[in-house]
């Protein structure tokens, strides 16, 4: 049975008090359940903004799309979480990536390591955070126990196998990083293995997670083949056909887009659809359409 949908934006512009509770209060108007907040040098630092974003609000949950593990120190992150689940009454959802832009690490004077050494990090940090969240003995303590709800985002097999071991969410971006961190768009063929391989790993799981594609780009058009061809010169390796199948592009009429969420829902799972901020508007009506399925 096929899981409710559930809309995220994710929000990446600076911007000043009074304007980003604007915003946020306008993505609860749209209807987004949830509020999200990326963790990038030179974007809003995450903490502070989810906080803002739940007091500009009140019915959606708030949360990071995704940290970067490789920024936090597990205890002080453990910190972090359980006062921003506090102040936020419990709305709070966590999300934890290794990352993938080697620069930002080089900026902050941090170590980039392979990608097993990001990952194992991460399983690291995913292991001190349950610990020390479940404990009767930390403080503060977050609402949500033993912790709020875990979103891990990552296609490869490694981080698959995490998210199938421990992830309420199974976050999937419709590409992969080379050792640098520069990003290859995958194909929706490709995209069906990355999810089988998800389903192999948390076979054992009691409980299913709830899976989700982030949405690069969302165009309202008539004419779909015509949006797409600008961008085709950005991802050669696909065709005009490939691309226009991608998961992480929605491009047509307001009925065309949501029919496209209802087949990808039935295809590989994604009940959770998170947009970028650009997107946030022209998402709206696709949302009102779905609301409730």
């Known amino acids: 049975m096929a899981r409710p949908f559930r809309f995220g934006v994710n929000m990446v512009t600076p911007c000043t008090g009074d304007e980003w509770r604007v915003k946020c209060a306008r993505a609860e108007q749209l209807g987004y359940d949830v509020v999200l907040v990326a963790d990038h040098i030179g974007m809003p630092a995450p903490f502070p903004a989810v906080v803002a974003a739940a007091e500009a609000t009140e019915h959606p949950r708030v949360g990071t799309f995704v940290l970067n593990a490789g920024f936090w120190n597990p205890t002080l ?19 934890l990536g290794t ?8 900026l902050a004077g941090l170590p980039w390591g392979t990608p097993g050494e990001r990952v194992a990090h991460l399983r690291r940090t995913i292991r001190e955070l349950d610990r020390l969240l479940a ?3 930390f403080r503060p ?6 912790r709020p709800p875990l979103l891990v985002g990552g296609n490869g097999d490694r981080m698959l196998r995490l998210a199938a071991e421990y992830a309420d969410i199974a976050a999937f971006t419709g590409g992969r990083a080379d050792a640098d961190g520069r990003p290859t768009v ?46 085709l010169s950005f991802i050669p390796h696909l065709t005009e056909d490939e691309a226009l199948d991608l ?24 009940s959770y659809i998170t947009v970028l901020e650009p997107g946030m508007e022209t998402f709206g009506p696709v ?7």
Request: glycine share 6%.
């Open 77 to 95: 992150l453990a910190r972090e979480i359980a006062t921003t689940d506090a102040l936020t009454d419990g709305r709070f959802e966590l999300g």
């Open 99 to 106: 990352g993938y832009v080697r620069a930002e690490h080089d």
């Open 135 to 137: 404990s009767d003995d």
């Open 141 to 146: 303590r977050p609402a949500q126990r033993p």
């Open 186 to 231: 995958i194909t929706a063929d490709d995209l069906d293995g990355r999810v089988a391989a998800y389903r192999r790993f948390a076979s054992a799981r009691t409980e299913p997670a709830e899976l989700n594609v982030l949405v690069q780009m969302v165009e309202v058009t008539a004419d779909r083949r015509a949006a797409i061809r600008p961008f």
């Open 247 to 270: 998961p992480i592009l929605l491009l047509g009429t307001v009925e065309q887009m949501t029919e496209q969420l209802r087949t990808r829902r039935e295809r590989y799972g994604f």
């Open 287 to 293: 949302i009102e359409q779905l609301h409730g399925e």
